[in-house]
Nanobody, 121 residues
Framework: QVQLVESGGGLVQAGGSLRLSCAAS????????MGWYRQAPGKQRELVAV???????NYADFVKGRFTISRGNAKNTVYLQMNSLKPEDTAAYYC???????????????WGQGTQVTVSS
């Protein structure tokens, strides 16, 4: 089994900051990419940011310059530093990993259970 566990969500005022963390554990051979998606009520889940094993990053336009994604030294953790938060950033944030399980023949996509971020105006 593979688990992705997020932490760091909460309530913050507009203009404030939060840092999300996600750790992947289990029978993992290698991780190709990790990232964050978010889903607000009544909306589709959308990409926030992703980082590859080589360190390449990709951000949604609506977070460029405000959010920073990074990976831990152990490469099985990913962080999302969120600055200058806006009320429209309010959503459930989900950790994502594209990884190869030990003994598997193909990569699969895995998700955490989500952590709520609420930004008050």
């Amino acid at each position: 089994q593979v688990q992705l566990v997020e932490s760091g969500g909460g309530l913050v005022q507009a203009g404030g900051s939060l840092r999300l963390s996600c750790a992947a554990s289990g029978s993992i051979f290698t991780i190709n990419a990790m990232g964050w998606y978010r889903q607000a009520p009544g909306k589709q889940r959308e990409l926030v940011a992703v980082i590859t094993g080589g360190g390449s990053t990709n951000y949604a336009d609506f977070v460029k310059g405000r959010f920073t994604i990074s990976r831990g030294n152990a490469k099985n953790t990913v962080y999302l530093q969120m600055n200058s938060l806006k009320p429209e950033d309010t959503a459930a944030y989900y950790c994502y990993a594209r990884l190869l399980r030990t003994g598997a023949v193909s990569f699969g996509d895995y998700w955490g259970q989500g952590t709520q971020v609420t930004v008050s105006s």
